[in-house]
């Protein structure tokens, strides 16, 4: 984190293909030299290298280009957009002045492909322009000094022709149905019928004077005046139908050759019919159904090779049943013969060699996302060794500190030896060295691998590293209440065994040492 008092700018963006999907890769920002702060006690200088996250988006807080009693001064960040499946453009230049504390970078990124770069630079608006040029006032008084006298009306234009009606423009718009058609095709469903209101007052008492519309003294009401079935209807001719006391209509109201009376066949037999499961197409009640018979899938399918996959309790697909984690055209463990790194090497900048120390052990933090089978601790390493009488020792431990796996105390050739090494590779001593362990294979979750030099001396054996400059390794930084140390140490361990378990919170546990750059592997 950056002292206080260096004014910073907070710089987001986002990568995507042209259908939406995140683009992978990183942004690199690098300051032209070494950059000093007086007044903060600090020089910053490096590379800052961003990786896109899962939904290509990244983040990044960088120090102002006019930030002050900076030196040097007048430069601009150079920004180099390495994406994955995308030919990288040239690098540009930006300025990112501490007035604007956030900024995203599709405002300041050269869209125009025949400019190489681009760098953000804020103008004089029009009114610091008319100040500079001696007008002297407000903003709003400058604004009001653009509207000038009110011009002379102008002459009445001549009178349009009359437009299309409603109808007219829908039939020029493809509407082929009449004029009337076209009135009732505007006349939406009926809505929802609404409350009812409140009952109103009651009126004053009176005499009647009309029943269903008919006006005499005496009104006498018939089925026809109230919209009633007259009671001479039922069995009639073009009456209705009776019910019997089952609630059915009568056998004898039914139209001929409706089915009315006693049943002639059933299925094509006569007599007392006594229908089995083959006389009705159905299957006996001892048969089994196949699941292809019902057109389902077998219960065994669920998980099995060409099979479905199955969802655990929180309705997700198990990582045990998605492929193997191998990135699209990019580099992964596997695709170097691991099975598991620590970190990447190619993002370490400038690792340079560190020497063991005798009976300190090394903790490197890994995550396992699927069931890993390995064989081999891996250290990325300057051997100095090849040293007969030196021992090595190396163990997995789980986040909760039990022992996994440990090896044999062993003896190491020199790195860089195997065939196909560069020759600076073989004559420097630089390269993977691997430590042997009983195969093991690891279920998902978070574990260390434990590296130590239990005999040997302070120059026997280097190891490549990712630097830290802190009391406290930088890699052990994470949301509270998820507490995982990916880079730790102990001191002062004995030549015997590993500890049958570790604590990253015992009172012996140190982070204050360069990290070694570790890898899991089978073969």
Not at 84 to 101: D, F
Request: proline residues 8%.
């Amino acid at each position: 984190m950056l002292p206080e008092d260096i004014p910073t700018v907070r710089v987001t963006g986002r990568y995507l293909t042209l259908d939406g999907r995140p683009l992978a890769g990183r942004v690199v920002w690098r300051a032209p030299s070494l950059l000093t702060f007086p007044a903060a006690d600090v020089i910053l200088g490096g590379p800052t290298t961003v990786q896109l996250d899962a939904t290509g988006a990244f983040s990044v807080e960088l120090p102002a280009t006019d930030a002050p009693d900076m030196n040097p001064t007048g430069w601009s960040y150079q920004v180099a957009e390495q994406l994955a499946g995308v030919a990288n453009r040239p690098p540009y230049h930006v300025l990112l002045p501490a007035e604007s504390p956030e900024v995203d970078i599709d405002d300041l990124a050269p869209t125009d492909p025949t400019t190489p770069t681009y760098v953000a630079v804020r103008g004089d608006s029009a009114y610091e322009v008319a100040v500079e040029a001696g007008f002297e006032g407000t903003v709003e008084q400058w604004l009001t000094s653009l509207v000038g006298p009110r011009g002379a009306t102008g002459d009445t234009g001549q009178t349009g022709a009359p437009g299309l009606d409603a109808y007219e423009v829908a039939v020029a718009d493809g509407y082929s149905g009449t004029r009337t058609q076209w009135l009732t095709s505007l006349v939406g469903p009926r809505g929802e019928r609404g409350e009812q209101g409140e009952q109103g007052v009651a009126g004053a008492p009176g005499v009647v004077q009309s029943v269903n519309g008919i006006s005499e003294a005496d009104v006498v009401l018939d089925a026809a005046d109230v919209g009633a079935v007259p009671i001479t209807a039922p069995g009639a001719p073009g009456g209705v139908a009776q019910l019997d006391d089952g609630g059915k209509v009568r056998a004898e109201q039914l139209p001929a050759g409706s089915g009315g009376g006693a049943v002639a066949s059933v299925n094509g037999q006569t007599g007392d019919v006594v229908l089995d499961a083959a006389a009705v197409g159905a299957a006996t009640a001892d048969h089994t159904h196949t699941a292809a018979q019902v057109g389902a899938l077998a219960a065994s399918a669920r998980a099995a090779a060409n099979g479905v996959a199955s969802l655990d309790a929180a309705a997700r697909v198990p990582i045990s049943q998605m492929p193997t984690a191998v990135g699209r055209n990019e580099w992964t463990p596997q695709s170097l013969g691991f099975a598991a790194w620590s970190c990447d090497p190619y993002t370490v900048a400038n690792p340079v060699p560190k020497y063991l120390k005798p009976q300190r052990l090394f903790f490197v933090g890994f995550n396992i996302t699927e069931p890993t089978t390995v064989n081999r601790i891996v250290l990325f390493s300057r051997g100095y060794g090849g040293v007969t009488t030196n021992r090595y020792r190396g163990g997995i431990y789980r986040e909760n500190g039990t022992k996994v796996v440990e090896s044999a105390a062993a003896a190491l050739t020199m790195a860089g030896q195997e065939a196909g090494s560069m020759p600076a590779m073989q004559t420097n001593h630089i390269g993977a060295v691997p430590l042997s362990i009983a195969s093991t294979v690891l279920a998902p979750g978070r574990y260390w691998a434990a590296w130590s030099l239990v005999t040997g001396g302070t120059a026997d054996f280097a190891f490549f590293h990712v630097q830290n400059e802190s009391p406290i390794a930088t890699a052990n930084f994470w949301m509270p209440g998820t507490p995982f140390a990916r880079a730790w140490y102990l001191e002062g361990q004995a030549n015997a065994a590993l500890p049958a378990t570790v604590s990253q919170t015992a009172a012996d546990a140190r982070a204050d040492h360069d990290i070694p750059i570790m890898a899991l592997a089978n073969v």
